[in-house]
Structure formats: C-alpha cells, structure tokens
C-alpha cells in the first residue's frame, strides 16, 4: 500500500522558516503530480504548491515568492520550503500524489489520489 509520511512541522514565529518533508513508499504506478495542501480549522484544505516529473512547478498566490517545493526522486521525497511565515499559513500542512496529468489542476485536492497523515505548522505572531 502507498504510504506518505510528512515530517518537519512545528511552531513558529511571524518571519520564521520551516522545511517539510514528504516521504512516499509502496508506490505501484507511475506518479506524475507531487502536491502540498493545507487545512487550517473550520476551512477547506487547498493547494499549495505541486511539482511535475518535469520539475514544473505550480503556486497558490499566496505563498509565491515564500514557498519552494522541490523534490528528490532517488530518496522518494519531496519538501516544501517555506519562508517569511505569517500566522496565517498556520495549518495542517497535507502532502499529496497523483497519476493524474491532464484535464487536471495540480493545485486541486480533487485530483489526488494518496494522501499523508498531515504535519501541523502553527505561526505565531
């Protein structure tokens, strides 16, 4: 079965700098969409940001400039960078994979298929 397991959360203040990690195993199927998604309490889980097997890369507008999502195939792991934090990027922080690669918005929750079990990023101010 695929399993993803997210590492890297924690608390920080307004200005600070986390690194997630995404480590995916028992992955059976050609996987082209690698996303990150968050969910703060009482809203809708969106996307973050997406990598492509080409390395394309897609961003909500409101991490571009803060955000970097990169990945590393020979460790099956990808990460999310993310700088200048504000308090409200606080949330549970989702990392996602996809066979998916047309008719499809990499940045949709919709699309993926696997899911991990979430890592909590809490900004303070």
């Known amino acids: 079965a695929v399993q993803l397991v997210e590492s890297g959360g924690g608390s920080v203040q307004s200005g600070g700098s986390l690194r997630l990690s995404c480590v995916a195993s028992g992955i059976t199927s050609s996987i082209y969409w690698k996303g990150w998604f968050r969910q703060a309490p009482g809203k809708e889980r969106e996307g973050v940001a997406a990598?492509?097997?080409?390395?394309?890369?897609k961003y909500a507008d409101s991490v571009k400039g803060r955000f970097t999502i990169s990945q590393d195939n020979d460790k099956n792991t990808f990460y999310l960078v993310m700088n200048s934090l504000k308090p409200e990027d606080t949330a549970m922080y989702y990392c996602?994979?996809?066979?998916?690669?047309?008719?499809?918005?990499?940045?949709?929750?919709?699309?993926?298929?696997?899911w991990g079990q979430g890592t909590q990023v809490t900004v303070s101010s």
């Open positions: 990598i492509d097997i080409k390395d394309l890369t």
């Open positions: 996602a994979l996809t066979e998916r690669s047309s008719a499809f918005c990499p940045l949709s929750v919709a699309g993926y298929r696997y």
